[in-house]
């Protein structure tokens, strides 16, 4: 099999188009045999209820090669799981976990001319996502899905290192208690664009939201979990039922607690006593772990011991660890790299 001619250190995270996309059709209460097809444009009616009223779910993961030439990507029953709980709080039919899992092996398989070569850098970004295509008016569930994996090769996320971020505290939420940010919609985002942008316009490269109810705990950015440092080494992750479960931020507090020997505490954190930390970051399949030099709290700066220069060194050891056992050159725990080819 011959690779794609691509710059592929240099591409950005962006849409384009490969080869094949598996899609299935759940049609009449049940899910038709899926395939894999070539067209990349999909026809629904106008009044389809993704359309209407964004009846619709996603997830996100990589396949890679590592350096023996395998291509693997990491934990995806952890995503298919996932996305069993964003379908039925959003009242769409399941996609069964091994079929997901199968399905995503078949997309890499069929575009393997886009999987990036080892140590680029690069990665062919999965994208798994379920949209209501019958036709609704009034506000109900549709009757007809179509769950869909399309790949897409991206670039690293970091092109220079990683260097730390400075982010705001947030005057809009992200998630009510008891809504659904702790599933993967697209309305989520929908509704954070707004936010994301003013954020970029006056210079911070994150919202840092807080809890809706009491405003005094901190929930995570628009799209990744905070890890927190406390200056003895322990790990600290925010605990609340509307941040978004990422796989990563899972994989590096079992990492830490279980290979690395750390203590790890999942708890609420009261945006006060993030002064008090040693390191901040922020994690997610995208960068695994971006690190957090400042935090904006209305023209306060809390500056993080860790600084604006690099990682702060647990961060880094964790990022590590992770990315080592991603790339095989670490023994992970059972079934953590799946091997596709
Ligand atoms: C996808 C996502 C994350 C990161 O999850 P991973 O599984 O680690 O990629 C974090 N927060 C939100 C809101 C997300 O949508």
Known sequence: MEKKNLDWGSLPFDYMKTDYRFVANYVDGKWEEGKLIEDPNIVLSECAGVFQYCQACFEGLKAYTTEDGSIVCFRPDMNAERMKDSCERLRMPVFPVDEYVKACEEVVRANAAWVPPFGSGASLYLRPFMIATSDVLGVKSAKNFQFRILATPVGPYFKGGAKPIVIRVSDLDRAAPRGTGHIKAGLNYAMSLYNIEDAHDKGFSENLYLDPATRTKVEETGGANFLFVKKDGTLVTPKSDSILPSITRRSLCYVAEHMLGMKVEHREVLLSEVADFA??????????????????????E???????????????????????IQAGKIEGPEGWVHKIM
């Open 279 to 300: 390191e901040a970051g922020l994690c997610g399949t995208a960068a695994v772990i971006s690190p957090i030099g400042k935090i904006n709290d209305h023209g306060k």
């Open 302 to 324: 809390i500056c993080l011991p860790s600084g604006m220069e690099k990682m702060g060194p647990v961060l880094q050891k964790l990022y590590d660890t992770l990315t080592g």
